[in-house]
């Protein structure tokens, strides 16, 4: 069975402090992705990596940053949190082609005080 | 720009009766696949059905179907026989066809479906 892992469902942290979402796949798959959920708003991409050690913005990478440094992991970085930046945060991953599904994770969901 | 639309942010449906939650798109690509997705309270996206622009035949899976109109650029999620169960967001989301666009998706914002006895 297909699984996408999330390193918290809920986090809370504090302004300007530097907080990491790590998401792990065991599906081999070449694509993740970061999304944010917003009510009203949908699912925007964040950032997406296509290989290791490669990644591309998506529309919305203002404020963030990503690490993918072995295939199965890749990590979403707010470097110094703010208050606007309290959202769900899903991962996903696929394989290459377009073909399929996208695989998601639980989510996080990120409080920021 | 690729853009997927959402126009019902809520609907309602009593139990056994089916419903339709509309998705419109735009894009200029030729090629492209459209999805369905369906979060729950728990937050999962769970996926549902698939249509590709190529495919002739609307998309099936089980209680859900895929009114896909190529001119009218609509993909509606079709739900027959609701259940309680079913009662959450339905979201609507589209890949392209342009290099690693064919790997990207785009989402509506979404439809909050209730179901009642």
């Known amino acids: 069975d297909v699984k996408v892992t999330q390193s918290s469902r809920y986090l809370v942290k504090r302004t300007g402090e530097k907080v990491f979402l790590e998401c792990v796949q065991d599906?081999?798959?070449?694509?993740m992705f970061w999304y944010r959920q917003d009510p009203g708003l949908g699912l925007r991409l964040i950032y997406f990596s296509y290989d290791v050690k490669m990644k591309e913005k998506g529309d919305i990478p203002e404020g963030y940053s990503v690490s993918r440094e072995k295939k199965e992991r890749f990590s979403l970085i707010l470097e110094s949190a703010s208050t606007n930046q309290t959202s769900m945060y899903l991962c996903?991953?696929?394989?290459?082609?377009?073909?399929?599904?996208?695989?998601f994770g639980p989510g996080t969901r990120l409080t920021v005080l | 720009a690729q853009k997927i639309t959402q126009t019902q942010p809520g609907m309602f449906v009593q139990e056994k009766e089916a419903v339709t939650l509309d998705c419109t798109y735009d894009?200029?690509?030729?090629?492209?696949?459209l999805f369905w997705y369906k979060q729950p309270s728990s937050g999962e996206m769970i996926f549902l059905i698939y249509q590709g622009s190529y495919d002739e035949q609307n998309a099936t899976e089980g209680r859900y179907s895929l009114n896909f109109q190529k001119a009218r650029k609509s993909a509606n999620l079709v739900i027959s026989a609701s259940q309680l169960g079913d009662s959450a967001m339905y979201f609507c989301?589209?890949?392209?066809?342009?290099?690693?666009?064919?790997?990207?998706?785009?989402f509506g914002t979404g439809t909050r479906l209730q179901v009642f006895p």
């Open positions: 989301a589209m890949r392209g066809s342009e290099g690693y666009n064919t790997d990207k998706l785009i």
């Open positions: 996903a991953s696929s394989p290459p082609g377009g073909a399929d599904t996208q695989y």
């Open positions: 599906m081999d798959h070449e694509n």
């Open positions: 894009t200029s690509d030729q090629s492209y696949g």
